[in-house]
């Protein structure tokens, strides 16, 4: 597989404006041509404050944080300012726990191997917490 | 006969029951998501031990119980069968758990476990601040080695994985251990540092094979240049493939351009940033008024090519002008330099090693539960071969009612033409498609003398006999060599065509 920088350009500009923007905001379409370095804009935030949130990082991040697969197809269902999991204020902690292991969409299943149930609890009790 | 639930009692005393996992759940995990039809591939259950003594467990109790064994690192190989066995009903050996990484900060080697993924290596190097840049494929979720022992490829000058190994540890079908190379010593201080060892090289032996069970695997790491320097192409027109391949490809051989530039077609690009719907609800082929209309919409070319000169800032330059001056007078449709020199802010794509995941969004082109299957055939590096490749595959896409999604690999003496038939899972015609298509397609390039470098589980036996010269000699060979390693014929039956002897009655047409 492979990628295009133009499409790291519209899709980082796609992620900006729609945390700035309402969420039909269309992207421009020589946006890239200005910037020195186009390509730049697909590294995330790999940081972490807590254990919690470190294994979120580790287990789910390459998806569920910039740029990643599963940000860019929320943002296609859901407001854009909350594509990013950690944004949701309403992710309650079975309904994380399910769609972990049963995949979700494009979201394929998380095996037991990869994440076992004591881990899950964890991060979906992190997700959870900005439930109101 | 295979005894699965004696067996897997048998690995619970071994490496705990909590990392033996056989409910139905565990069983649809650890199947292909992306797959047309995951019943088919199923497996019967899943182990994950925790070091190499427990693998060393797993396999003897899988041979005295007969247990067909499916090892997989981290299990993320989609488009080519993700976590999923090609026998139905065998037992996933996830080695997903073991993640232990030692890095030669001096000499730009490490040695990793299968469980680690291009994101943990690449945060690892990241908290230490060490001057070396990975080689990341499109989807960096997978693991390492794993990728590497599929022959994957990134996007650096490193991005054939397959040749940065250097040295493995295999835990053999009976259960033994053996280290490749210079690990071949007791106490050898070059293990990663020299491939060749002495003797029969037998590093290549464990890639896309079943032949063992890599424990650990060796790998080079690309210290970080002091200039990554480059130019973004795009192309107007489907015929610009040809002259554009015959343009890079001199500076490929001489290796003025030390990675391999990739040209995609403009849906490799939309596909990650719009669905299908959004342009059109006719679910026939494409008109040529969409596709342009999705072009300028993204600004993007019928083809696009990113190439990248990589070294000191002086001879990044050279390199660079070279380049340049190969596509003068050339009637390119853009022409965009990218600049990055030690000292810059990150360069931040997967150029300089980022991992990342975004291409998987493609999965997503027709809305619904998408997938996708990889069809990748090898090419002599000639643009009008590449050109008629390209008219005779799109037009069994267009026979077959699907949207065209290849790119073209420059290798150093070779094209890879990769495709991915991306599809609907929840459209039952589009489904009943697939299968068809994707004999036609392999038939095809057969027809040419394109082999495939890598293919689906569901396609294993399907490539393996396009590789017919002598009658399947070389099949006959590794089967020679599988009966001799796994007489019982316990790992991984039927990776790459390859079936232990019980197994063999029956899969050949």
Redesign the interface.
């Known amino acids: ?8 350009a ?2 980082a500009l ?1 992620a900006a404006t729609s945390l700035a923007f309402a969420a039909d905001e269309k ?1 421009n ?2 946006a ?2 200005q910037v ?8 995330q935030d ?1 940081s972490s404050k807590s254990p919690e949130e470190a294994l979120f990082v ?1 287990k789910c ?3 569920h944080r910039q ?4 940000t ?2 929320l943002a ?1 269902r859901v407001d854009p300012a909350v594509a990013m999991l950690e944004a949701r204020p309403d992710l309650p902690a079975d309904f994380v726990i399910q769609a972990a ?3 979700i ?2 979201m ?7 994440v ?1 149930d004591a881990q899950l609890k964890v991060i979906a009790a992190y997700l959870a917490k900005g439930q109101k | 006969m295979s005894d699965l639930s004696a067996a897997l009692k048998a690995f619970a005393n071994a490496i705990g029951a ?2 033996v ?1 056989s409910s139905e ?2 069983k ?3 199947s292909d ?2 797959s047309p039809d995951e019943k088919k591939h199923m497996p019967g259950a ?1 182990v ?1 031990p925790a070091n190499v003594e427990q693998v060393q467990a797993i396999v003897r109790i899988a041979n005295q119980y007969k247990v067909p064994l499916w090892p997989i690192s ?2 993320k190989n ?2 080519y069968g ?2 999923a066995p090609v026998l139905k009903d065998s037992v ?1 050996l ?1 080695l ?2 073991m993640k232990k990484i030692e890095l030669d900060e001096e000499n730009g080697t490490v040695l990793l476990e299968p469980g680690v ?1 291009f ?2 290596l ?2 690892y190097i ?1 908290a230490r601040k060490l001057p070396y840049w990975l080689s990341v ?5 997978g693991s390492v080695a794993g990728n590497a022992l599929d022959r994957g490829v990134g ?1 650096t000058p490193y991005g054939d994985h397959c040749m940065q190994i250097c040295g493995l540890e295999v835990v053999l079908p009976t259960g033994e251990i053996v280290r490749t190379g210079m690990g071949a010593m007791g106490g050898a201080s070059t293990w990663q540092l020299y491939r060749n060892g002495y003797g029969p090289g037998w590093d290549q032996m464990f890639v896309q094979s079943n032949f063992g069970v890599v424990t650990k695997l060796g790998l080079w790491l690309m210290p970080e240049p002091e200039a990554l320097l480059g130019i ?1 192409f ?1 192309f107007d027109k489907p015929e610009d493939l040809g002259w554009a391949i015959d343009t890079i490809m001199p500076l490929r051989r001489e290796g003025i351009i030390r990675q391999s530039p ?1 040209m ?1 077609n403009w849906l ?3 596909s ?2 719009t ?1 299908r719907d959004q342009w059109t609800k006719d679910r026939g082929p494409l008109d040529e008024n969409v596709v342009t209309a999705i072009r ?5 070319g019928w083809w ?1 090519v ?1 190439v990248r000169c990589y070294g000191p800032l002086e001879i990044a330059e050279a390199s660079l002008r070279i380049l340049q001056k190969a596509f003068n007078g050339k009637p390119v449709l853009a022409m ?1 330099p ?3 020199v030690k000292g810059d ?7 300089s090693g ?11 082109w027709h809305g619904g ?2 997938g996708h299957i990889g069809y990748s055939p090898v090419l002599p590096p000639k643009g009008n071969l590449a050109l008629d490749q390209f008219r005779r595959t799109y037009a069994l896409y267009q026979k077959y009612g699907m949207d065209y999604h290849a ?1 073209f ?1 420059m290798g150093e003496r070779s094209l890879t033409n ?1 495709n ?1 038939v991306i599809f609907d899972r929840d459209n039952q015609d589009m489904m009943r498609r697939v299968d068809a298509f994707f004999h036609d397609l392999v038939k095809d390039a057969k027809a040419h003398g394109y082999g495939e470098y890598r293919t689906h589980i569901e396609y294993m036996d399907l490539v393996a006999s396009t590789y017919d010269y002598g009658g399947g000699a070389l099949r006959k060979l590794n089967e020679r060599v599988k009966d001799a390693l796994d007489p019982k014929g316990i790992i991984a039956p039927g990776k790459s065509g390859i079936w232990p002897a019980a197994n063999r009655k029956g899969t050949r047409s």
């Open positions: 597989m492979s990628f295009n920088s133009r499409t790291v519209a899709l796609i992207p379409a020589t890239g041509t020195k370095n186009a390509t730049s804009g697909v590294s790999r580790e991040g390459m998806c740029m990643g697969m599963g860019i197809i296609r292991r049963a995949g969409g494009n394929p299943r998380i095996s037991r191997g990869e076992s | 909590e990392n996992f759940q565990d649809i995990d650890y998501h992306y899943a994950a981290r299990g989609f488009g993700g976590a996933v996830d997903s758990r993924g994101f943990d690449y945060d990241q494929p499109g989807n960096s979720w996007y973004d795009e990739s995609g490799r690009s939309a990650v940033m669905t300028r919409r993204f600004n993007i696009s990113q965009k990218v600049r990055w802010a990150p360069e931040g794509s997967p150029f980022v991992p990342l995941s975004f291409p998987l969004a493609n999965a997503n539960r998408g790119s690999a990769v991915q």
